[in-house]
């Protein structure tokens, strides 16, 4: 994308997958969350994370800003996550 005149680049978090519909139903969790897929989604994140602090070394005439889309989405039966993911950023 740089190579092709991109300068300002958003990079977006993956959510709590482990907390969709889906995997709620699909997991047999009884209603709860999916533990191990949301550890897989805040895994992933703070390694984009990390790699968007890279980029923005590796390429100074551009911008990569990391949004983390947990924020904001949280309530209290998901605060545990949403306090490590914060705690890790």
Not at 2 to 30: F, M
Not at 63 to 85: H, M, P, Q, R, W
């Amino acid at each position: 994308m740089y190579d092709n005149g991109a300068r300002k680049l958003v990079h977006v978090g993956i959510g709590l997958i482990g907390c969709t519909p889906n995997s709620i139903a699909t997991q047999g969790t009884n209603g709860s969350c999916v533990e191990e897929q949301n550890a897989a989604s805040l895994i992933f994140s703070l390694k984009l994370r990390s790699r968007v602090d890279e980029l923005n070394i590796q390429y100074p005439n551009s911008k990569s800003i990391f949004v983390n889309s947990t924020a904001g989405s949280i309530d209290e039966s998901l605060g545990k996550y949403f306090n490590y993911f914060h705690f890790i950023f």
